[in-house]
């Protein structure tokens, strides 16, 4: 009796866990590519997030599923999840910081997606400085050497995460990360890339090339 429950807990493994296993081994061969299934693995940029609760608490939290989603008006979306404490600030104060963590501050990106607001002052525990934005309320990081007063203009539910649409209504830069022309300087902003597929974060290389020279390689003389 016992060798046939083994047996039957057996073949529901074979049947319940083993197909997707070959399958996921059949698409390896299928063109050389390998299918991961339906997920959102994709490299993505490190902001962080800034909001005030209802008591007036500076929050900082970490965020890759964010995006620029507009050029006129200048738009911004962040998708969060509702756990998050940064959640409920936005929904209740309608506005939210972005601020870009240089190479330097990785440790304090990691920490700040890591930790709740719910529970500790990640302010005070990274010593890091909010400071309140002329033109929304949400703190930005003194530190960070970009950052971005945003105003919430549409909140869109789609699942696990619900994206904030927001205007921005100001960028500020430190003067350092700045090129002579006034263009942001990659190698001087040195921002973080986030794998999570590995739950890893990455600087990035050298510049590549300019988009109209490398562009001009197909385009007809
Ligand atoms: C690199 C990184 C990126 C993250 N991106 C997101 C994200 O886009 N959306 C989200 O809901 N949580 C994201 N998280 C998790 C939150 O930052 C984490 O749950 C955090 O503790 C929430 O903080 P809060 O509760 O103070 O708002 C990310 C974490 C890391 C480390």
Known sequence: ?????????????LLLIAPPALHAQEQATAGGMKSLG?????????WV???????????AM?????????????????????????????????A??????????ATAAAYFGTVSGRDVDKFAATG??????????????????LVMECHVIQVVRLGLHTMFVAEVKDVKV???????????DMAKLQPLVFNPSSWELFGVGGMVGPVPGLAAKYMKK
């Not at 890091?128 to 050497?145: M, Q």
């Open 38 to 46: 339906a997920k959102t693995v994709l490299p993505s940029p490190v």
């Open 49 to 59: 997030i800034g909001s005030y609760d209802s008591e007036g608490k500076a929050n």
């Open 174 to 184: 430190s003067p350092k990360i700045l090129d002579k022309e006034g263009n942001l």
């Open 62 to 94: 970490t965020a890759s599923w964010v995006t620029i989603s507009c050029s006129k008006p200048p738009c911004v979306s962040i998708s969060l999840r509702e756990a998050t404490y940064t959640f409920g600030n936005i929904m209740n104060m309608g």
């Open 1 to 13: 009796m016992k060798y046939l429950r083994l047996t039957a807990g057996a073949l529901a493994f």
């Open 128 to 145: 890091l400085t909010p400071v309140k934005s002329e033109l929304v309320n949400a703190p930005y990081i003194k530190e960070f050497p």
């Open 96 to 105: 939210y910081t972005v601020n870009i963590p240089s190479e330097k501050y």
